[in-house]
């Protein structure tokens, strides 16, 4: 008996799960019918010209996108260790050797400093020649801004021309339809189905591009010029660290002692 109840239960589970399947399949069919179809009405009804769209404006995208994440970085433009050691040395009035660990590190910042440092001015102990320093650091800026910022305009380059290349497939689909309507002064809609899809999926893709082209230039701007900041900000700590060192006596000087409260 057990192993009729046995038998019976392992039949019902195997008809149960034959049903299952039978209801499954074609729901996942459909599925896939409807995923293939979505990528023709929204890329491969748009022709060659979306593909081209799609392809170039989002391989352009990409790649910049993946330059700009690995090159704007705060260990290409102010590591931590390379300001504690620039600090250190500009603390103890050591700008020599300030200026040789610059030189051998290749970030924004110690290429800066490499560049700034020698300007400082022993024979001016009140400011150690600030303005000199702070002038060579604005012309490594202003050459350094259009070297780093090129990448980053691409991006804005992609945006402009996105919507552009959009258009021309508008422009194009559009004269295939009305060519269409003039040949068959009765035509099918379906006739003018290609067309039209290649006048407004141009258009779509190009604007999708254009907009997250848009997006990811002003990100990485931002980005950029904050750790430009950072640095300008470190380098005028360090200037100030120096001034403060060489002047502390001074400075101690002007403090009063002995004041009644």
């Not at 330059?67 to 390379?82: E, G, Q, R, S, W």
Request: aromatic fraction near 8%; proline fraction near 3%; charged fraction near 15%.
């Amino acid at each position: 008996m057990f192993h009729i109840k046995k038998n019976r239960s392992v039949k019902t589970w195997i008809a149960g799960a034959s049903v299952t399947l039978l209801t499954i399949l074609p729901v996942l069919a459909q599925e896939g019918a409807k995923k293939k179809n979505a990528l023709d009405r929204f890329l491969l009804d748009g022709g060659m010209l979306t593909i081209f769209i799609v392809a170039v404006g989002l391989l352009s995208l990409i790649s910049l996108v993946v330059f700009n994440f690995m090159n704007l970085t705060k260990a290409k433009f102010a590591p931590d260790d390379l300001k504690a050691a620039l600090f250190d040395h500009m603390a103890n009035c050591r700008v020599r050797s300030a200026i040789e660990l610059s030189a051998s590190h290749p970030s924004y910042l110690g290429r800066m400093m490499a560049y700034s440092l020698p300007n400082i001015d022993a024979t001016r102990p009140e400011d150690l020649g600030r303005d000199h320093v702070e002038d060579a650091i604005a012309d490594f800026s202003i050459n350094e801004t259009r070297k780093q910022m090129t990448f980053i305009t691409l991006l804005s380059l992609v945006a402009q021309a996105a919507p552009m290349l959009g258009l021309f497939g508008t422009v194009f689909g559009m004269i295939g339809a009305f060519a269409t309507l003039g040949e068959n002064s009765g035509a099918d809609p379906s006739d003018l189905a290609s067309d039209i899809s290649v006048a407004l999926l141009t258009t779509m893709w190009g604007l999708i591009v254009a907009i997250l082209s848009l997006l990811a230039y002003f990100f990485f701007k931002n980005r950029f010029n904050a750790l430009v900041a950072d640095c300008h900000g470190t380098a005028e700590n360090l200037i100030n660290a120096s001034i403060q060192t060489v002047n502390a006596d001074a400075h101690l000087a002007k403090i009063p002692e002995g004041i009644a409260v």
